[in-house]
């Protein structure tokens, strides 16, 4: 019965007229900087960064079909001027759903401009505008996929009758647009705070795998925002975070907060761990007529996120576990993803001061 309905779900994905779904996400967020906004390509308190993320889902339903998503990113900043920088950077993430081999490969590359808007050495206020351009290539494997009409109805399968729909492109490539936005405030070395928007595909490909039909990728609208806040001089502080997508009919809200242990610090570096609890609200969208004129939808609970990350100078490793608290819980035993995020940064002779958040 689980097949069934995770079946029902990717196909309804699939061969339908429209594509109701979301774009990859990281519970970890924080730990995949362009993947989440480009405004925050090169946003960084070093010189160099590289980011790698690993996410894998619904294992407890799918099995050995299990959702994987990975990314790899690697961004530097570029001096200009007093106060002002480049950043330049590119991205490679990959996604594989289900028994059928659902796959999207994309590469991007992506470039912001940091202005300072007021401050001074230690306090400072920054507009972030960032964009990137990307080559995806999506493909599926026909033969492993199961379509109504090749059953008897008696428990019998047939896999040579034919399935009804007019499938003709298992694999092709399309183009990708994005750009972003990022405000952030300096207090000093241990408080900021920041808030972000992003709109990505904004060029709108065409997705669909059907030859006589041609599927929009919604565009999806990304806001984040986030800070740290030291509590005293104990060495202890709050590092909240938000972010909310909306595409099409899916919106997404993952908002919480981690306590970090400062254990030392110098310029650009720290050893530092955390733990943190997240919530995931999502808009439970129920198809109805093939469009959204017959469908329904209401917010509610898909997970609780715990998460810790550790710091030693300039290395981190983050650790995420989503525990399953809709109604898919049944069928999952509670269980969600883990992901793991590494973090290597590489420093040098900077003398202008504090410059961003710490992501």
């Given at each position: 019965m689980k097949k069934i309905v995770i079946l029902s779900l990717v196909m309804s994905v699939v061969t339908g007229s429209?594509?109701?779904?979301?774009?990859?996400?990281?519970?970890?967020?924080?730990?995949?900087?362009?993947?989440?906004?480009?405004?925050l390509t090169g946003v960084m308190n070093c010189n160099q960064r590289f980011v790698a993320n690993y996410r894998n889902q619904w294992a407890s339903v799918l099995g050995p079909s299990a959702f994987n998503t990975y990314s790899a990113s690697y961004d530097r900043k570029i001096a200009v001027g007093q106060y002002d920088y480049f950043g330049?950077?590119?991205t490679l993430w990959g996604d594989v759903a289900g028994d059928a081999d659902f796959q999207t490969l994309q590469a991007r590359l992506s470039g912001s401009y940091?202005?300072?808007?007021?401050?001074?050495?230690?306090?400072?206020?920054?507009?972030?505008?960032?964009?990137d351009a990307g080559i995806s290539q999506r493909s599926i494997d026909f033969l492993k996929l199961q379509f109504g009409s090749q059953h008897d109805g008696n428990g019998g399968f047939d896999p040579s009758a034919p399935s009804g729909e007019n499938l003709a492109r298992d694999n092709f490539v399309f183009a990708d647009v994005s750009a972003g936005l990022l405000w952030f405030t300096v207090?000093?070395?241990?408080?900021?705070?920041?808030?972000?928007?992003?709109?990505?595909?904004?060029?709108?490909?065409?997705?669909s795998f059907k030859q006589d039909s041609v599927v929009s990728l919604f565009t999806r609208y990304t806001?984040?925002?986030?800070?740290?806040?030291?509590?005293?001089?104990?060495?202890?502080?709050?590092?909240?975070g938000v972010v909310a997508f909306s595409q099409g009919p899916s919106f997404l809200l993952n908002l919480g907060t981690?306590?970090?242990?400062?254990l030392a610090q110098d310029q650009f570096s720290s050893n530092t761990f955390q733990v943190g609890a997240w919530l995931r609200m999502v808009n439970n969208y129920l198809p109805?007529?093939?469009?959204?004129?017959g469908s329904s939808s209401s917010m509610g609970a898909d997970a609780v996120i715990l998460s810790t990350r550790f710091e030693y100078q300039n290395f981190g490793i983050g650790f995420s576990y989503d525990w399953n608290v809709s109604d898919l819980r049944v069928a999952s035993n509670g269980n969600g993803a883990f992901e793991f995020s590494l973090v290597y940064l590489i420093c040098g002779n900077e003398n202008r001061g504090v410059y961003c958040p710490h992501f």
């Open positions: 429209c594509l109701y779904g979301q774009d990859i996400h990281f519970s970890q967020f924080y730990m995949s900087p362009l993947n989440l906004n480009p405004a330049v950077g590119g940091s202005r300072r808007m007021g401050g001074d050495r230690d306090m400072s206020h920054y507009l972030v505008f960032g964009a207090l000093n070395k241990n408080n900021n705070f920041y808030a972000g928007a992003a709109m990505h595909h904004i060029n709108s490909p065409d997705v806001f984040h925002a986030g800070g740290e806040f030291a509590l005293g001089s104990t060495g202890l502080g709050l590092v909240p981690s306590l970090r242990f400062t109805g007529s093939g469009d959204t004129s």
